[in-house]
């Protein structure tokens, strides 16, 4: 009984409740757009770790990584789905494989000594794009009808594995921006950035415990950077929203589900940055 009340001290109902929500949405958004959901994971960790006394220097990366490790089971399931549909580019999944694990190894490298404002600033500016594209339309944003050579697909790759790390996202929201500014159908690049997600999560994911091992100020259900008591409190609700959210990538209009999302990163986007000028 000791050990259990020293694991979960600092929470609360709502916090429970936060997390439990957080889960659920972020299953839907796996299967809907193709993202991990850490746009919404990362912010309601982050409050949840300081509510529960955590310092911002250890609740920002710790938000980020145990984002990630939720990103990952999320992420294999919403990619089998989209795959039995058939729209996963799997020649694109092929070709990222490389470089963005380079970029996930470079991502938790500087995690394990950037400041909080690192993570806040680059989610802001990679969330902040993302929400006027979505806001404004997509289908009038693009740069080529196909995708570039080798060299210039692998540095996407490497850009969206560092991003994602750095962000605590599965790659979706960053690849579904690349892939249709390439001249990718919306409903193929969802799909394919599921497959992204699952490349990034699990070894992002696995970089964040290795770079946090040991540090000071780590709750005791800590893995490194990932807190074990979030993971169980938020799995659950998004593997049963995971599906749901696949079928109505299917069935509904994608332009006014992203528009509803572009207002969610736009809040978000607009949170850190008052965190970071105050």
């Not at 919404?40 to 300081?50: C, D, G, L, T």
């Not at 599965?170 to 579904?176: C, P, T």
């Not at 000071?216 to 950077?225: H, M, N, T, V």
Request: proline share 4%; with cysteine; aromatic share 6%.
């Amino acid at each position: 009984m000791e050990l259990i009340a020293t694991l979960t001290a600092g929470l609360t109902p709502q916090i429970v409740l936060a997390f439990v929500l957080a889960g659920a949405a972020i299953g839907v958004l796996a299967g809907l757009f193709g993202v991990g959901g850490g746009a919404i994971s990362v912010p309601v960790f982050f409050e949840a770790f300081r509510i529960m006394g955590i310092t911002d220097e250890i609740a920002m990366p710790m938000g980020v990584g145990t984002s990630l490790a939720m990103i990952a089971p999320t992420a294999i399931l919403s990619a089998r789905q989209h795959a039995a549909k058939g729209t996963v580019d799997m020649a694109v999944i092929r070709a990222w494989i490389l470089p963005v694990l380079a970029g996930v190894i470079l991502g938790s490298l500087i995690a394990k000594g950037a400041a909080p404002v690192v993570f806040q600033a680059v989610f802001v500016v990679v969330a902040g794009t993302l929400s006027v594209k979505m806001l404004l339309g997509s289908t009038n944003w693009k740069l080529r009808d196909t995708m570039p050579g080798r060299v210039g697909t692998s540095l996407y790759g490497i850009v969206v594995g560092l991003i994602s790390t750095l962000m605590g996202i599965g790659g979706g929201a960053v690849s579904n921006l690349i892939l249709t500014l390439n001249g990718k159908d919306v409903r193929e690049a969802v799909s394919t950035s599921a497959g992204v997600g699952v490349i990034i999560a699990v070894p992002g994911a696995l970089g964040y415990m290795v770079v946090g091992w040991g540090r000071e100020g780590l709750p005791p259900d800590a893995l490194g950077f990932v807190s074990v008591l979030a993971l169980l409190l938020t799995l659950p609700t998004a593997l049963l929203m995971t599906r749901f959210g696949v079928g109505l990538a299917h069935a509904l209009p994608q332009k006014i589900l992203g528009r509803f999302f572009g207002c969610f990163l736009a809040i978000v986007s607009i949170r850190f940055l008052l965190e970071i000028i105050t």
